[in-house]
């Protein structure tokens, strides 16, 4: 769920009422943030329920098994994070992972480079240029480092 959209239902919940989930990993990052949602929603007298895993936090034993699945959900996403972290690793020493492919070519490079060098500032270059101030930034770091 989208940390914007999680904001306003927490806004317009009120007593009584039940926040219906697919799947509780759907909720929340972490362990600890599903149990921070968890007592927001308690707090404002508001039940959850998961219908894939059948939670239904109104009562001990579906509170309960909520904390459960939270820490396996939680162990399954560190393993994941793991293995993605090991293949980029592999790939990098096979020099195959190369990252993100640049969106702004040479050309487009070097005359971000020839604005700033006349004095102009991030925020107009990238106006101009139509590209976020960051992506300036980062391009004037590598001609640095280069």
Do not use: W
Not at 47 to 65: M, R, V, Y
Not at 90 to 100: C, I, L, P
Not at 110 to 127: D, P, S, V
Request: hydrophobic content about 35%; glycine content about 8%; proline content about 1%.
């Amino acid at each position: 769920m989208c940390l914007e959209q999680l904001d306003a239902l927490l806004k317009i919940v009120s007593k009584g009422d039940t926040v219906v989930v697919t799947r509780i990993d759907r909720l929340a990052r972490s362990l600890r943030d599903l149990q921070n949602i968890v007592h927001d929603l308690k707090g404002q007298g508001v039940a959850l329920k998961a219908t894939e895993q059948q939670i239904d936090t109104s009562s001990p034993a579906g509170k309960a098994f909520m904390d459960m699945l939270g820490v396996f959900a939680e162990f399954e996403n560190n393993l994941r994070r793991d293995r993605q972290m090991e293949g980029i690793k592999k790939a990098k020493a096979e020099g195959r992972y190369n990252g993100r492919p640049r969106s702004i070519e040479t050309e487009q490079r070097n005359k971000i480079i020839r604005l700033k060098q006349e004095g102009i500032g991030a925020t107009e270059i990238g106006i101009r240029m139509g590209v976020s101030r960051r992506h300036i930034y980062r391009i004037l770091e590598e001609k640095q480092q280069a």
